[in-house]
């Protein structure tokens, strides 16, 4: 199932691209120095023990993909100075839209100084001058043309600074929900699906190395507070809690297969269901009959043991003799 996939879920047709890495090789750093191994010069497998070691040495890194934009599993390792004088070679090309030329962190042209500058319109991207532009004649007639649309902003350089002091070189849209920042510092609070993935796979690799702290804390630690609180971790982790017995024994009290299980209940059945069908042929006597009369026969009289009462004109009349008799 896994076979062909990456640790990203890459097809191998992805795996087979070549990694694009920008960076010229004699400003890559020389990892082999620090022992790690290098699939290039600067770039080592992105796992955690790299990680460490670049961490340690106070490099950072950047995940390298592929012409595509997919992951390879790699990263480029790169220096403080590296950095910096790369920042430094790039703000170099854009000293014309600096409104202070001579500090690197200062903000770009804006308006109608970036318009009337010829270098400093080059420079800058399309989109900012066509929104300056916009910002300007806006401007001069005198507002939004409806009171329901919003005022044109001009763009302005992004504010985020770096962790060597260095000011970000994007331009941010100069909206108020964009808080002065460009696409890619905004874009941190946006992960992607694929950067949740590289962060879940990221700490699956430092779990080993995570309990294996805490056993040295456990075991090496000077303070007490530390080391019970590390025992008590490492057992958490392991299921086992203060107030909770476990019983790790199994009872079998049958030992009977399914199999056995379910051919013991079909028989069961069969047999209820044979003797039900047993009943029901050998029945023979009636218990309840019902008559069911033609359409041109009358019904028969129903006989009553009680005297049929005699009219009152047949009845034979009492002499005086029998009427003395009586008295």
Same mark, same amino acid.
């Given at each position: ?27 890559? $750093?020389? #990892? ?8 290039? @010069? ?41 950095? =910096?004088? @790369?920042?430094?070679?790039? &703000? ?9 030329? /001579? ?13 009337? +500058?010829?270098?400093?319109?080059? %420079?800058?991207? $399309? ?8 910002? &300007?004649?806006? %401007?001069?007639?005198?507002?939004? $043309?409806?009171?329901? *649309?919003?005022? *044109? ?21 100069? @909206?108020? /929900? ?9 874009? /941190? ?12 796979? /990221?700490?699956? %690799? ?20 530390? *080391? #019970? ?6 057992? +958490? ?18 030992? *009977? ?7 013991? @209940? ?9 003797? &039900?069908?047993? =009943? ?16 041109? =026969? ?6 009553? $043991? ?17 009427? +003395?008799?009586?008295?």
């Amino acid at each position: 199932m896994t076979d062909g996939l990456s640790l990203f879920g890459t097809p191998d047709e992805e795996e087979r691209e070549a990694p694009i890495i920008d960076t010229p090789v004699d400003l890559r $750093p020389d #990892l082999s120095e620090y022992g790690l191994v290098e699939h290039e @010069r600067g770039v080592v497998e992105d796992n955690y023990s790299n990680r460490g070691v670049l961490r340690s040495m106070g490099f950072t890194w950047t995940p390298v993909y592929t012409e595509s934009g997919h992951a390879t599993n790699l990263i480029e390792a790169r220096s403080k100075e590296q950095l =910096q004088e @790369r920042r430094l070679l790039t &703000i170099s090309t854009k000293r014309a839209l600096l409104s202070d030329q /001579k500090n690197s962190n200062s903000d770009y042209l804006t308006g109608l100084d970036l318009v009337v +500058d010829a270098e400093a319109s080059r %420079q800058a991207p $399309p989109w900012v001058v066509a929104a300056t532009r916009a910002y &300007i004649k806006e %401007q001069e007639a005198g507002g939004p $043309p409806t009171a329901k *649309r919003a005022p *044109r902003v001009l763009p302005v350089r992004c504010r985020e600074t770096t962790f060597e002091g260095m000011r970000c070189q994007l331009w941010s849209t100069g @909206r108020i /929900k964009d808080d002065s920042l460009c696409k890619m510092h905004l874009g /941190k609070n946006n992960k992607s699906a694929h950067d949740v993935e590289r962060a879940r796979a /990221k700490l699956m %690799q430092s779990a080993p190395y995570a309990v294996d702290k805490l056993e040295e804390l456990m075991e090496t630690a000077v303070s007490e507070p530390v *080391r #019970l609180k590390a025992a008590t971790e490492i057992l +958490d982790r392991a299921g086992v809690r203060a107030g909770m017995e476990i019983d790790l024994g199994v009872e079998l009290k049958d030992a *009977r297969t399914p199999a056995e299980i379910i051919a013991e @209940r079909l028989a069961r059945l069969k047999a209820g269901a044979d003797l &039900i069908q047993g =009943q029901l042929v050998d029945q023979t006597s009636i218990q309840d009959a019902e008559v069911v009369l033609e359409l041109d =026969q009358e019904p028969a009289k129903i006989f009553t $043991p009680q005297a049929e009462a005699v009219p009152t004109s047949e009845q034979p009349a009492i002499s005086d003799e029998e009427l +003395d008799e009586l008295r």
